[in-house]
């Protein structure tokens, strides 16, 4: 059952009183779909603000009213490009989370806060030009991968887009699995971001714990060269080679370690440089 915090409608009938008017959401947001992957993981679309503009890989908070009745926010990656009508998120689900808790039950027409003041550094701009791009992902930190990888600017930028995502079971890598294979399949993106560029992808899903072709840690099979010898292609090198990093806070200092080693640099918006780490995202 809903709490009045997350708008159930009352009427007259419903208490036998007084009608009383609800508070509208601030920055209120309806939601569109909803979709769950696994018992830990779902994604939803909600109303885009008609003033917001993003970057693709940015990211917004968003949340509900808490049980004090304030907001209660959260930083959450936009899953959808910057060219879509709505917004796309992706999400775990803790049964015991101040937010997830109640998030991971809405539907469709409910309501949702969302801040229009988009932020991040997983974006294109934190980037020197270079030649192959990776996409680091763990969990939900695929998200904002799912946007850039609708992007036309990064098939307008890069000649080889790996995108790797490391996940304990084999159900939770679906969501990254399906997105990229509708890319190849749906007619409207193969139109828009052209057949010749999508065959740039290189996808490079592993698991942890549950059986699967690829098996282990992303920063171990970088360690002992793996995933080169798997894809065929020489290690990362400064020169070539560009990095995005989202995961949870172990993965991305892990990572931020490893890519150094290679030789990349940490980057940001007003200084761009070979590789750049979502800071905001843990998860």
């Not at 000649?159 to 490391?166: A, F, L, M, V």
Request: proline residues 7%; charged residues 25%; contains cysteine.
């Amino acid at each position: 059952m809903k709490t009045m915090t997350e708008m159930t409608p009352v009427t007259q009938a419903a208490t036998d009183a007084t009608p009383v008017k609800m508070p509208a959401l601030p920055d209120a947001q309806t939601v569109t779909g909803v979709k769950h992957w696994t018992d830990r993981l779902f994604s939803f679309r909600v109303t885009r603000p008609q003033t917001l503009r993003f970057r693709s890989g940015e990211f917004v908070m968003i949340g509900l009213l808490g049980d004090n009745g304030k907001p209660l926010l959260r930083a959450y990656s936009i899953a959808s490009p910057a060219w879509d009508d709505e917004l796309e998120f992706y999400s775990i689900k803790v049964q015991d989370g101040p937010l997830t808790s109640k998030l991971q039950h809405i539907e469709p027409g409910d309501q949702i806060i969302l801040r229009p003041k988009p932020v991040g550094t997983l974006v294109h701009d934190a980037l020197l030009p270079g030649h192959r791009i990776w996409f680091f992902a763990t969990g939900t930190g695929f998200a904002p991968f799912a946007s850039l990888l609708r992007e036309p600017q990064t098939y307008e930028d890069y000649d080889e887009i790996i995108i790797t995502h490391t996940c304990r079971d084999v159900a939770e890598l679906e969501y990254g699995r399906q997105l990229i294979e509708s890319l190849k399949s749906d007619e409207m993106m193969i139109e828009l971001l052209g057949r010749e560029n999508l065959d740039k992808i290189r996808y490079y899903p592993t698991t942890t714990r549950e059986q699967s072709p690829r098996m282990g840690r992303i920063t171990n099979l970088l360690k002992d060269g793996t995933v080169f010898a798997d894809l065929g292609i020489d290690p990362i090198n400064p020169a070539t080679d560009r990095a995005m990093v989202c995961g949870s806070l172990g993965f991305n200092v892990d990572l931020k370690e490893i890519l150094e080693g290679f030789g990349l640099r940490e980057g940001a918006n007003s200084d761009p440089k070979e590789y750049v780490v979502e800071k905001a995202f843990v998860g």
